[in-house]
């Protein structure tokens, strides 16, 4: 999430101060992204240096309030309207993990999969039932529906997310299987555990609560 652009899309809603950012940012998110007020003040002190805002007076509390400039909107509407870039995706953690856990000495990464998928399928529930809850707020009509919406959107992402990395783990163990079966790897990195037949029987998403396979999509 970008920082600078998400201030920006709060501010064109009308002047803020630093702290007000800082929650109305963690409300749209659900604080999936949680800020401090430093990162808040240091990013607009940037976008001002940028001129992409502007001290805009004080509240009567006295508060510093910043408004978005001409300059500003300009750019908001260039980052809705530009895809988000996937030439050089983040580092993801379990990719590195597992990439150097391939042929590392000692290491069971049949394990290491396994400890992550139970991980990742405790997310997944733990997501749907934070979206079971939007969704009710949405159809109470209690709280702002703005931010519920915007919430739960954030939460069929984490959810969509999760499936896909659930989706991969059960990948990569059939691929050692494979592997192993060929010779390329030592039988103890990818042998199934006792009872096991090698390649998993069915796929992780079909092992999630019923619950939470309903509410895919």
């Not at 702002?144 to 954030?154: G, H, I, K, M, T």
């Not at 060929?182 to 069915?202: H, N, R, V």
Request: some cysteine.
């Amino acid at each position: 999430m970008s920082i600078r652009h998400g201030l920006l899309a709060l501010l064109e809603r009308g002047p803020r101060y630093g702290s007000q950012l800082r929650t109305e940012f963690e409300s749209r998110t659900g604080s999936t992204w949680p800020l401090n007020v430093g990162q808040v003040y240091t990013t607009l002190a940037r976008l001002e240096r940028d001129g992409l805002v502007a001290p805009g007076g004080e509240d009567p509390a006295g508060h510093t309030l910043y408004a978005i400039t001409d300059t500003g909107r300009r750019e908001l509407r260039e980052w809705y309207e530009r895809p988000v870039d996937r030439a050089n995706p983040p580092r993801d953690e379990l990719a590195i993990k597992l990439a150097m856990a391939v042929g590392a000495p000692n290491v069971d990464i049949r394990a290491v999969i396994q400890s992550q998928r139970h991980a990742t399928v405790q997310a997944m529930q733990d997501y749907t039932r934070l979206k079971a809850q939007a969704l009710a707020a949405i159809d109470s009509g209690r709280g702002s529906e703005r931010d519920d919406l915007a919430w739960l959107l954030v939460l069929e992402q984490l959810i969509f997310q999760t499936e896909a990395e659930a989706r991969w783990l059960d990948h990569c163990e059939t691929r050692l299987v494979r592997l192993s079966a060929s010779g390329q790897l030592a039988p103890a990195e990818a042998e199934p555990p006792e009872g096991g037949t090698g390649a998993p029987t069915t796929s992780t998403t079909d092992r999630l609560p019923r619950t939470a396979r309903a509410r895919r999509g």
